[in-house]
């Protein structure tokens, strides 16, 4: 089994997504784990399936 690149880190407040290879965090702050979009990060490069799941956490954040 491969290493994830993209794993959910927990901060102060809640969840931030910190990127392996990179070394540094991605996306936003989130209130609840993100699961669902870890998961279509790590799988591929489907950008509509990311791209929709950006903005259902950015909404729940409202």
Known sequence: MSRRRYVARGVPG???IWD???GRW???HYE?????LLA?????ADYARITALLKKYRAQKR
């Open 14 to 16: 809640g969840y931030r």
């Open 20 to 22: 392996n290879r990179g």
């Open 26 to 28: 991605w996306g936003d």
């Open 32 to 36: 609840l784990c993100p699961d669902d």
């Open 40 to 44: 279509a990060l790590n799988k591929g």
